[in-house]
């Protein structure tokens, strides 16, 4: 039987990543897509939706028992009425829950509504921020604490919009080769680029505040499980964005000029970028359940 704090952390990354795939994914259909290329791109990305959501309230209900066995260090506890009762009822964990089961159920009843991924992205930005609610970001109090919330918030909302997004861009760049969606799939990687450099640059700035908040210092001592975790973090979120930065300013300008051969080079650095997101997500999912000090 694996231990409660592992549990925590494997269903810390499934909740992550089903959020994050839901709100990227809807947000490129409602924000970034002209009308029908959004059309054609939420049709091919139905599964995608329907599992990232399936996952939401999955990892939600599991989330719950886990934490109760985490914190009665035995998976006893997990199904302990009285445990169950104490953290739903006293505590912001059991609160943020409750926030959680609520928004992951609006999500999965919002499946069947084809067209309603603008409520897809608002439910899911919701679901994201609401880690912010626990963990780390929780830790202040007073005006420090409501400032570290709401730097969490923007952190995850800006990492979601960057990772998830990319779920849907090779489907995007592969409607570059079809007449009847070229122009549009044009459209979109121009506002995705205006809106990536925006979430990239969000991302690391909050998570520079994030870093000075939670650990006080810069992640450089090794001997602190926590800090290498987050500088090996911090190397993946670099490594992300030289792909990034390499596909906007390399291969794009090669559209011009050689567009086959610059179409596959951005599809193979994106799939490099969302593999170095899956390792972020891992990390975060262990840094948020560890001791920073
Ligand atoms: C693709 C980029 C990134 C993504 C997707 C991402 C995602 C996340 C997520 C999902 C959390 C968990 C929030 C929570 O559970 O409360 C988090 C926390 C955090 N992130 Fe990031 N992040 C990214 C980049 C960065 C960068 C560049 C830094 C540092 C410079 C950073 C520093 C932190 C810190 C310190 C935390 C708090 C961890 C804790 O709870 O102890 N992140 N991030």
Known sequence: ???????????????????????????????????????????????????ASSLAVLSTLAWLPIEAAMIGDSWQSAVDRSTLSVILCDTAIGKAW???????????????????????????????TSLALTGHADMDEGTRGVLHILNDALHVL??????????????CLARLRDPAFCTDAKSALRRFSSAGHLAVALVIATGIINTVLVLRRWPTDFTSTYQM????????VAGMTGLAL????????????????????????????????AGVLALVAFLGILDPT
């Open 1 to 51: 039987m694996i231990a409660p704090h592992v549990a925590l952390a494997l269903v810390r990354l499934c909740f992550d990543a089903a959020a994050i795939a839901a709100c990227g994914v809807s947000g490129f259909i409602a924000w970034i897509a002209p009308n029908r290329l959004g059309l054609a791109i939420a049709a091919s990305s139905n599964f995608l939706i329907v599992a």
């Open 229 to 236: 975790l987050l500088a090996t973090k911090v190397a993946f």
């Open 98 to 128: 409750l926030v959680r089961l609520a928004l992951s159920l609006l999500l999965m009843a919002a499946l069947p509504w084809r067209s309603g991924s603008i409520v897809r992205w608002a439910l899911s930005g919701f679901l994201l």
């Open 246 to 277: 390499m596909n906007r300013y390399i291969f794009v300008p090669r559209m011009l000029t050689q567009p086959d051969r610059a179409i596959i080079q951005i599809r193979n650095g994106t799939y490099a970028e969302l593999a170095l997101g």
């Open 158 to 171: 800006a990492g979601g919009a960057w990772l998830g997004s990319l779920l849907v861009l090779p489907g």
